[in-house]
């Protein structure tokens, strides 16, 4: 079966975010820095002023006492979602995880503009990740692996 014109374009932009998320993923992995100091100055923003209330304690309570671990965790699942979009294999358990990343990260980030600001800053500041989770959406519902990808030919397409 022949893949449609929005399925060739789904599969570019699949392939294409997949380079963020392989830049995002090598550099949390192999930049000493990241895990060894900045992520952890990320999550304590986070916990002070940033997080959603519920999000807040989660942060506090599990991911601050072990910031070295977590931060290779975000490195790992960042790398993974993007060799996958771009080998176009299990496209639809990493959109899902890319989904619930981009989740998490609008959550701790949420408050970024202030409290007690217009509506509409809270999106304008959410640009970073709101996009992401959107097309990750997409991914997994137009079964992007499936063109150009191992998905498809796992298939028999």
């Keep these: 079966m022949r893949s449609s014109p929005l399925q ?4 570019v932009v699949r392939i294409l975010t997949s380079v963020f998320f392989l830049f995002f993923g090598q ?22 002023t940033e997080a959603v ?23 790992v699942v960042e790398l993974g979602i993007g060799i996958s979009l771009l ?14 990343h981009m989740a998490s990260l609008t959550l701790a980030t949420w408050w970024a503009p202030g409290h007690n600001v217009a509506f509409w800053r809270y ?27 191992l998905d498809g030919m796992r298939r028999g397409r």
């Design 27 to 48: 550099y949390k992995l192999f930049t000493y820095a990241f895990a060894h100091g900045s992520f952890e100055q990320y999550i304590t923003s986070y916990v002070q």
């Design 87 to 100: 080998l176009g294999l299990w496209v639809r358990p990493a959109s899902i995880v890319g989904a619930l």
């Design 53 to 75: 209330g519920f999000y807040r304690g989660f942060l506090a309570a599990v991911v601050l006492p072990h910031p070295t671990l977590f931060a290779y965790v975000v490195g």
């Design 123 to 149: 999106f304008g500041a959410e640009l970073d990740h709101l996009p992401l989770l959107f097309l990750f959406v997409i991914f997994f519902m137009a079964k992007s692996g499936e063109t150009w990808g």
């Design 8 to 11: 060739k374009t789904i599969a």
